[in-house]
């Protein structure tokens, strides 16, 4: 009762709801009661002709079980439930009652917050993906596979829950961080850090929460889940976040630009550094980018070294660079791929956690030098402002961190849990203001092949990384997807090299 006190005291006096707007149930009010049709009808007002843009809340603290998973949709065989204080007659809710009343029928651009002080509560809305958060900041996010999933919802929905499955929510006495009354630990938790810092991000809030209810020495570990993939570093309270400032209005329309880079080495001889591919994962590339994402042959430049007048060339390479970002304003979509010769070489401006510095090797490298990933930065990612998109794929060895993005996803071989860490950024704090992806053939350490004419279907010589993304792109596939199906085709084929993917937000 004394915690939901606290987030009535807490959504009126810190982030601007009105009283009028919140409905509390508690067992101490006989007009009131917490009993489970009490509370079934609560939540049924609470998501009633949700529209988007509207910000739902939910808070409970009691008691939190276990029941007997009825419909084979929970891996451990139980469902988790809430407990009302009539369960001995009326039972209680479980967790797909629960989503179905709260988050099945909510519409696109509805966020719903759900905040869970009991035990048993890690999974107790059955939201798709779950956030963990390990040493160091490495952030963990798994999704349920499609069929483990009732129901979906395109509103956002965020559970921060007290524990979990396996564990119980304690309770915290009179003293704690200045409790006057008993409180939930979790409840106590959320306060203090929310008070202090209200605009916490999710990542933030979740990792204090856990820092201070260890320092207390409690055993329970908050969990966060949701039901779109988030944005980690977004305010946990919408109410929080700071007003959204719009881009500058374009003053053209929108620019589409596409640069291919393709370089056999043909000034090597055969079986010395040649390659064999590169020229027609060109070819490939163009035409994904003309049939599949509709660019005309007006936006794009290619650099092959089968044509004197279009050589890539060190000078010529980051020429085109600069074409490429030049004048990019508030929506424009840029695309780079670059097939051929990736390197390394040492690190020296000890920015590199290897030591080692990613490279791209011109056709000239013998005299020019190589590009490093510290030019291609500053080239290609640092003068791009906000609203614009940059795609970049690079089908070459050495290339998993060959832009210095500040985040790596990487998945899990059943393609379930992608993991996000995060990176020193280059320069500036958030110097990397446009959307940025990059799909680059291998990691660090490994080589990036080549397929010989009639190897996985193809016709002609080419690389396996950009044969994969031929095979797999479209123009509705997710991120997620296109990497999962990438390493899916390539191990099925043989090869053990695995694509990365990275980015600047």
Known sequence: INDSDTFVELLTGEFGYDVADIRQLRDDHNHCMPTKSNIAMALRWLVKDASAGDHLFFHYSGHGSQQQDTDGDEMDGKD?????????RSGMLSDDELRSILVAGLPKGVRLTVILDCCHSGTALDLPYKVKVAEGGLVDVKKKLPHQTKAPSLADVVMLSGCKDSQTSADAGVGLAGNTKAAGAMTTAFREVIVKNMDASFHVLLGQMRKFLKAQHFSQVPQLSSEQFLNLDRCFMPEAEPPTVAPAAPSRPPVRKALSIGINYLCLEPGRGQLSGCINDTDTMIGIMKQVFGFADSQVCCLRDDRSQVMPTRANILASLRWLTHGAAPGDELFLHY???GGQQPDADGDELGGKDDTLIPCDFQHAGQILDDELYSQ??????????????????????????????????????????????????????ADVIMISGCKDNQTSADVQAGSLGTGVASGAMTTAFRQCISSSVT???????????????????????????
Not at 395 to 404: E, P, R
Not at 484 to 499: A, C, D, N, T
């Open 80 to 88: 988790e439930t809430i407990v009302p204080c009539d369960y001995q």
């Open 339 to 341: 097939s051929g010769h």
């Open 380 to 433: 290609v990612v640092q003068p791009l402002p906000q609203g614009c998109r940059l795609w970049v794929v690079l089908d070459c060895c050495h290339s998993g961190t060959a832009l210095d993005l500040p985040y790596k996803v990487q998945l899990s071989p059943d393609g379930r849990s992608v993991q996000c860490s995060k990176s020193q950024a280059k320069g500036p704090a958030n110097s990397c203001l």
């Open 479 to 505: 991120c997620h997807d296109l990497l999962l199906r990438m390493r899916e085709f390539l191990k099925k084929s043989g090869y053990s090299q695995i694509p990365q993917m990275s980015s600047g937000k």
